[in-house]
């Protein structure tokens, strides 16, 4: 099953977009890194989400990330209590969740015209019903 590294950081004020910019222009070249995602959780504050095909994929490309860093870690501050600039987390998923699927659209009722008659289909869903009734058909089989 596929694996995930979370890492959440804090940007110095004013290098939100040098920060996110960065990212968006960087193309990893890691073995198993299967894409990942930039979320802002807050003021300055985010999170990177990556999804790797195995956990040992990760392991493997840590040298990379800690490049990767080196490289922003002049845009990020200190989160204090002796984590420094990130708090990195990682793992194999243990299960995936699936989204809920949409409703089904209700059918339209017939437009009724003025007087209360049926108009288009209803009008021949009603004269196939009545022709049917009284033994006619309206095409031959």
């Known amino acids: 099953m596929a694996a995930f590294n979370v890492v959440r950081c804090r940007v110095k004020p ?13 193309r990893p070249e890691m073995k198993g890194f299967a894409g990942g ?27 990379q990330m ?41 059918k339209k009722r017939p437009e009724r015209a003025a007087g209360g008659k049926s108009t288009g289909a209803a009008k021949a869903r009603t004269t196939r019903k009545k022709r049917s009734a009284a033994g006619t058909r309206s095409r031959p089989r």
């Open 14 to 26: 004013g290098r939100e977009f040098e920060f996110i910019d960065a990212h968006r222009k960087a």
């Open 37 to 63: 995602w930039v979320v802002k959780t807050g003021e300055r504050t985010f999170c990177i989400i990556g999804q790797w095909r195995r956990f040992l994929d990760i392991v493997n490309a840590r040298p």
């Open 66 to 106: 800690i490049t990767m860093l080196d490289g922003m870690r002049d845009m990020l501050e200190d989160l204090g209590d002796e984590l420094g600039v990130t708090d990195p987390v990682s793992g194999e998923a243990v299960a995936k969740l699936g989204a809920s699927r949409p409703a089904k659209k209700k």
